[in-house]
Every structure is written in C-alpha cells, then in structure tokens.
C-alpha cells in the first residue's frame, strides 16, 4: 500500500491594525493568511499546525504587511506562494494577484476572465465561492471584489475589515470594473 508523505504546515501569529493574523507556511512559501475568526479559518488545511515563529517567509510576509499597513504598495509576487486547492480555486487565486492596488472588480469580471482562460461558461457564483476560500487574504486582494455595481458584498472576514482595506487604498467609492 502507497501512502502519501505529508508535508508539515506550520504557522505563526502577528498582530495588524485589524487583529491578530495568523500565517501558514510549507516551510519555504507562504500557504495562508487568515484573520483570526473569520470563515474558512485554515483553509484545505485537514490538519494541525505546527507552531514555528522564525521561518524566513514569515519574517517576509510580516515586513510586506507593515509596508501595506503603512500605506505602501507592496508587490505580491515579491512573495513566494504556495496556493492548495482545487485548479479552479487556483485560477481565481491567480487572477485576485493581478488586480491593481487602488482598483476593485466585479465577480462578474472575474468569471470572464477565468471563462477566457478555462474556454468555460462564466460563473460567478462559483467564482465568489472560490473567492471567499482565498487562502492568502490581503496578499492576494479579495477585499478588491466588489457585486454588481460596485455593491459592497462578501468577505470572508467581515464587511467591516473589507471596508477598512478599501478605506486604505483609497477605493472606498471608486467603482468596480
């Protein structure tokens, strides 16, 4: 019988202006980034994490927090990622990454442009749900979704926390595309 090996997850916790964060790692990349409560805490993640502090990316992704915490636009690939989930949450992961700091989209954009590149019907709904499950919140810019008309809608840890990061990069009121 053939087992799978088992990769270690470990994680760390550091506080921002909206809460403790908690950050997931491989060991080399980062695999999360959860506000503390919010949905889908952990992601696809079925085990236990294993507390380490003092891992390099940790120490990366907690200065590129500061740097977006400060009013600064830190560039999400400067960090290396490490995205587990099914192929088409990991197309909408993608996808998030490429939205423009200071710019929000629509679910419906969104669907678009995974249909573009899957050759599949657009479906927002199964967008917003892979949206929601984003594993590596800030970093990869959910809180750029916005429903139709530019609405106000979902996030995985609270409209509050989402306006809060709108409010930073000063998109509060710009409407989406």
């Known amino acids: ?9 470990y ?7 909206l809460g403790m964060l908690t950050l997931a790692s491989d060991g080399s990349s980062l695999a999360g980034l959860w506000f503390e409560g919010q949905k889908h805490f952990g992601g696809t993640f079925a085990r236990s994490f ?3 502090d003092a891992l390099p990316v940790f120490r990366a992704a907690e200065l590129w927090l500061n740097e977006y ?8 690939a400067s960090l290396p990622l490490v995205l587990y989930g099914t192929e088409f949450q990991k197309k909408v992961w993608r996808l998030l990454g490429k939205i423009p700091y200071g710019q929000t989209v629509t679910y419906g954009w969104l669907a678009e442009q995974v249909s573009v590149e899957t050759g599949t019907a657009p479906c927002a709904r199964a967008v917003g749900g892979a949206v929601g499950r984003n594993p590596v919140s800030i970093i990869l810019p959910c809180h750029r979704v916005m429903g139709v008309n530019g609405a106000m809608t979902g996030f995985a840890a609270g409209i509050e ?4 990061l709108l409010s930073l990069e000063n998109i509060l009121d710009k409407s989406a595309r």
């Not at 915490?69 to 999400?76: E, L, R």
């Not at 926390?161 to 809060?164: I, N, S, V």
């Open 1 to 9: 019988m053939m087992t799978e090996k088992i990769e270690p997850i």
């Open 11 to 17: 994680s760390t916790d550091i506080p921002s202006p």
């Open 50 to 52: 294993i507390k380490r």
């Open 69 to 76: 915490f400060s009013g600064g636009k830190p560039d999400p």
């Open 161 to 164: 926390k989402k306006q809060y």
